[in-house]
């Protein structure tokens, strides 16, 4: 695994992957309540940081302070509290605030929004696309609702049971899905306007990774499933450099595709 | 049918913080009236805080109301004497908000769908097992299968359907599902809400969804109504369709506007953006309660509280001095299937 260019992740010195992390790939957690350390005030944490990666700490409470402003936060209220004192949300924007503290290039966020009521949720994901943009950052953003990333990414890689399905640019994936599994979760996303009918569950369990069926991995789940699926696994066929592909076998008679 | 007659819900918070003074009084659901019938479904949309768990507990006589009365085809929970009660919660069932936390991690699944059939006395053990594993079927559990196993030994979806089919044992007429499926992963939401539905059709139930998702509530309250709650109050109710395509209430549109869309199969055609993001309680000794977040808000929202009123059309109520139906997501594309 290769950042940027750099050596392999995997061979660098304990010091180097510290500095590689937070300073150029920084990480929004699930559960942002739990990723801030109740004892301290948000002031604190943030000069917790800045010491650990050798940043003046003026120069840190400045950024911060900016940050702060950009994610719709009181600066001189939240940095003095202590995280209870906080909203969900406000906790959410707080991290994802301390994530990009030290200027990434590349941030993680995995659910960030998952715990958040619905309007905070519309402002951490307005924020995001804003930061996004006048960040120049790059964005890798984990979810189970599609309907969430819609407005906010560009491309989208879609996983099961440990491996890529599909992947494309959003909107073509969302117009139209290929792989069944991606179908499936699109369909299970009710309407806001529009005709309910096309609705649909997606059949069964998710997939027991102790017990993966033979074959494809969806074949048990998918309603277009024939006899190859069941004996043997899909691989990934990409086309447009790399930038979209799919995992079915309904595809695999597709000319003109390099197989990865 | 279910009438709540002008509830109200106050609590006394006792914790002493540094927000809260010691004693203070929450009023969790302010003077709410509505009527339900068997057969209709109807959903509850609001963000945390709306009280709208407050009112399903209340509906379904877990707590009584400090104010007003609910009456249950006629009759008022809070002035029937004790034994009556056992046949009123028969009568509503609810089904909880956390399927980890409603299921005793101690007791096999036999256990827990026995004891409310027997409690109420509906059938002996032998045919409580019977009409266990027929609920645990219709909700689309392999009854064989869970039967003999203890809670955490499911996934989050068949605990869901494992919540709703006890819920079933005792025959009830109104089930209240409080955001049955926001701990279940999208994928599978739509299986349970489904189940649902068909057996709240089926069986000519009463079916009550809280939920702070619009897509849900439009999913279950197809052909139903829908009543936005803020603050304890309703400020909006209507059919569902007219609720999500023309939306009065500045409330119902921030929140419509909240939900992300699906580009290119959704778009939408305007926002209505709350000038705050977190609810609030400031300010609001009189007047409008989402006054301080409104951004049409002016000094008559601020001094008079408006009333729940016809508007539009006879069924489609608001409270607000300013309601105007704003369409703000439309439906732009037929996604290939």
Not at chain 1, 3 to 11: A, I, P, R, S
Not at chain 2, 59 to 71: K, R, S, V
Not at chain 2, 264 to 291: D, H, K, M, W
Not at chain 2, 296 to 320: E, G, I, R
């Amino acid at each position: 695994m290769r950042y940027f260019g750099q050596d392999n992740l995997y061979d660098m010195s304990y010091d180097q992957q510290r500095r590689l992390f937070w300073e150029k790939v920084a990480m929004v957690f699930q559960a942002a309540q739990n990723t801030l350390n109740p004892l301290l005030r948000i002031r604190q944490q943030i000069l917790d940081i800045a010491q650990d990666h050798d940043i003046d700490f003026q120069q840190a409470m400045n950024s911060a302070k900016q940050l702060c402003e950009i994610m719709y936060l009181d600066s001189e209220r939240v940095l003095n509290a202590y995280p209870h004192e906080l909203s969900g949300g406000m906790k959410q924007r707080v991290s994802i605030a301390l994530a990009l503290l030290l200027n990434p290039s590349l941030v993680v966020l995995d659910e960030p929004t998952t715990a958040l009521d619905v309007i905070s949720q519309a402002s951490v994901l307005r924020i995001l696309n804003d930061v996004r943009k006048s960040h120049n950052l790059s964005l890798i953003f984990i979810t189970h609702d599609i309907s969430v990333i819609s407005e906010i990414v560009d491309r989208i890689i879609v996983m099961y049971a440990g491996r890529i399905v599909e992947t494309g640019p959003v909107r073509d994936v969302i117009l139209h899905p290929r792989h069944p599994y991606t179908q499936g979760l699109l369909a299970s996303i009710p309407p806001l306007r529009g005709n309910l009918s096309r609705t649909r569950a997606l059949r069964g369990q998710p997939a027991d990774l102790l017990h993966l069926p033979h074959g494809c991995a969806f074949h048990e789940r998918c309603p277009r499933a024939f006899s190859r699926c069941r004996q043997e696994a899909p691989r990934l066929l990409t086309d447009d450099h790399g930038q979209t592909g799919v995992a079915c076998h309904l595809y695999a008679s597709d000319s003109g595709e390099n197989v990865l | 049918m279910i009438q709540v007659i002008n509830v109200s819900k106050s609590f006394l918070v006792k914790t002493t913080s540094s927000h809260a003074a010691s004693g203070r009084i929450v009023q969790a659901v302010r003077d709410v009236s509505l009527s339900w019938n068997k057969g209709e479904f109807f959903a509850i949309v609001g963000e945390s805080g709306c009280g709208k768990t407050t009112l399903g507990r209340l509906l379904a006589g877990h707590l009584l109301p400090t104010g007003g009365e609910i009456q249950y085809n006629g009759v008022s929970m809070s002035t029937t004497k004790r034994p009556h009660h056992r046949h009123l919660a028969r009568l509503v069932q609810l089904i909880p908000q956390d399927p980890y936390a409603a299921l005793n991690p101690v007791r096999k699944i036999r256990g827990l769908m026995r004891d409310p059939i027997t409690y109420h006395r509906i059938a002996n053990n032998r045919q409580a097992d019977e009409l266990a594993e027929n609920l645990l079927q219709m909700v689309g559990l392999s009854a064989k299968d869970v039967i003999g196993k203890y809670p955490h030994q499911l996934s989050g979806g068949q605990r869901q359907r494992l919540v709703i089919a006890r819920a079933l044992t005792v025959e009830p007429q109104y089930l209240i599902a409080d955001e049955a499926v926001s701990m279940v992963d999208v994928s599978l939401r739509i299986g349970i809400m489904d189940s649902l539905k068909e057996i709240s059709r089926q069986r000519q139930l009463g079916l009550l969804f809280i939920t702070h998702d619009f897509r849900v509530a439009r999913y279950i309250a197809q052909g139903g109504s829908i009543a936005v709650m803020y603050l304890g109050q309703i400020v909006e109710q209507g059919p569902t369709e007219e609720i999500l395509g023309a939306p009065l209430h500045p409330y119902t549109q921030s929140l419509i506007s909240a939900v992300p869309i699906l580009e290119g199969v959704e778009a939408r055609n305007q926002t209505v953006v709350p000038s705050r993001y977190e609810i609030s309680t400031q300010n609001l000794a009189q007047g409008c309660s989402f006054a301080n977040r409104c951004p049409f808000a002016d000094q008559l929202c601020k001094n008079k509280a408006p009333s729940l009123l016809p508007s539009t059309s006879p069924h489609h109520l608001v409270a607000c001095h300013h309601a105007e139906p704003r369409e703000l997501v439309v439906d732009v594309a037929e996604p290939a299937s």
